[in-house]
C-alpha cells in the first residue's frame, strides 16, 4: 500500500475520497469494509462522498481495518470541514459587504478606530473587530444599541452610524479610568459643573472630565459622525457611567443644556437603559427625554428664580447679563432658555457663544 501526502489547500477535498482509495488498494469494497467495521453501508457511502463526517471512534475503527492511523483520518476530517468552514465564511462577507455602505468607513478609518482599505470584504472583517461581533448582521440585537436601531429607522440618521458613533465612544470608556459610580458624589458634583459653564472650553474640559471622573462618570467629546446628527448619549460599563458628547454643535448654551439633560439621564434613570439623542424622538423614552429637559432646566436655571426673571419682563442685553451673573452662569444660556420659551426670538443671539471644538 502506497502513502499519500495530503496538503491544505483551497479545495474542499473529503477524506472519503482518500478512503475510496485504500480500499481499491486493500481490494475492498464498501459493503466488505461497512462488514468489518459493523457499520451501514450506507454510512459508509455517506463518508466517501463527504456528506458525513468521520468522527474520532470512526477513525480508530479504520485505523483498524485499514491500518492508516486514526491520527491521519482525524486530520483529513478536520481540514476538509476547516475549507468548508471558509468557504462559508467567504461567502457571509461576501454577503455582509452590501452593509458596509451603511457605516462612515472613512470617518471612522481616519479616526484610528478601523484600517484604511478599499476592499469590501476587508472592510467588512475591520468591522466586525472593532464591533466585536461574528456577523455585522448581528448588530441589531446587541444589547445596548436598540435606541440607535429604533431612531435610524425612518428618520433621516443612520443606525449603523449612530452605533459606530457609540462604539467608539464604548472603546475609550473601557480604557478611562474613574472612581466606582456614586450618585452622591454626582449630586454634589452640580454646582462646580454649572460654573463651568463661565469658562471657555480650554479651561473647562479637563476640569469637568476631572470632575465627572470622581463621580464615577467618563466624559468623552468626539467628532460627530456622518449622518449620526448625535448631540450626546448616556450608558453604564460595569462600575462606570459614561456620558458622550458630540462635537457637532457648537453653540454653548445647547452644548450645556445638553450635559445636564444627560446627567440627568445618569441620576434619574436606570442603569439598564442607553439613551442616544439625536435629531430623532424616540417615543419609548419621550417620559425618560422630558425628565431629563427637567432636570437640566431645574439646574441650570431653578424655575423659582426664571419665574422672577421672566415676570419683570425686560430681556435687553444688560438685563440678561445681570441676571446671569446674579445666578451664576453664562449669560449666552439665559438667552437660549428666552429663546426656547419664545420670549425672544429666534434671531436673537445676544451674549450666545459658539465653541472651537478641537476634538
Request: with cysteine; hydrophobic share 40%.
Amino acid at each position: 500500500m502506497t502513502t499519500n501526502t495530503y496538503y491544505l489547500s483551497d479545495l474542499a477535498i473529503p477524506p472519503g475520497e482518500y478512503l475510496q482509495e485504500v480500499i481499491d488498494e486493500l481490494g475492498m469494497n464498501q459493503s466488505e469494509l461497512a462488514k468489518r467495521m459493523g457499520r451501514p453501508t450506507q454510512a459508509i457511502n455517506e463518508i466517501v462522498r463527504g456528506e458525513k463526517a468521520i468522527t474520532p471512534e470512526t477513525a480508530i475503527q479504520l485505523e483498524d481495518v485499514t491500518g492508516v492511523p486514526s491520527p491521519i483520518w482525524n486530520g483529513l476530517e478536520a481540514e476538509f470541514r476547516l475549507i468548508l468552514a471558509k468557504q462559508r465564511e467567504e461567502q457571509n462577507l461576501a454577503s455582509e459587504s452590501g452593509l458596509v455602505a451603511e457605516f462612515p468607513y472613512t470617518q471612522i478609518a481616519k479616526l484610528g478606530f478601523l484600517r484604511q482599505t478599499r476592499q469590501p470584504i476587508e472592510k467588512v472583517t475591520e468591522l466586525r473587530r472593532f464591533f466585536g461581533v461574528a456577523s455585522l448582521y448581528n448588530l441589531e440585537t446587541v444589547n445596548g444599541y436598540e435606541p440607535a436601531f429604533r431612531q435610524g429607522k425612518g428618520g433621516k440618521s443612520s443606525s449603523y452610524a449612530l452605533i459606530a458613533w457609540l462604539r467608539m465612544a464604548e472603546i475609550k470608556a473601557r480604557a478611562m479610568d474613574c472612581a466606582s459610580f456614586s450618585v452622591s458624589q454626582l449630586k454634589l458634583a452640580l454646582p462646580p459643573i454649572r460654573a463651568l459653564t463661565q469658562k471657555t472650553p480650554d479651561v473647562f474640559l479637563p476640569i469637568l472630565s476631572d470632575l465627572l471622573k470622581k463621580c464615577g462618570v467618563a466624559f468623552i467629546l468626539q467628532p460627530h459622525l456622518p449622518k449620526t446628527y448625535a448631540h450626546g448619549a448616556t450608558f453604564f460599563l460595569g462600575e462606570k457611567a459614561v456620558l458622550v458628547m458630540s462635537n457637532r454643535g457648537a453653540w454653548a448654551d445647547v452644548f450645556w443644556f445638553s450635559v445636564f439633560h444627560e446627567i440627568g439621564h445618569i441620576l434619574l434613570h436606570s442603569k439598564r437603559q442607553r439613551f442616544v439623542e439625536n435629531d430623532a424622538i424616540d417615543p419609548a423614552l419621550q417620559k425618560q427625554e422630558n425628565e431629563a429637559d427637567a432636570f437640566a432646566h431645574e439646574t441650570l436655571i431653578p424655575s423659582k428664580q426664571w419665574q422672577a426673571f421672566v415676570k419683570q419682563g425686560e430681556f435687553s442685553p444688560q438685563r440678561i447679563q445681570g441676571f446671569a451673573d446674579e445666578i451664576g452662569i453664562a449669560p449666552g444660556i439665559v438667552t437660549g432658555f428666552l429663546r426656547h420659551h419664545q420670549y425672544l426670538p429666534m434671531s436673537n443671539h445676544s451674549h450666545r457663544v459658539q465653541y472651537q471644538w478641537v476634538a
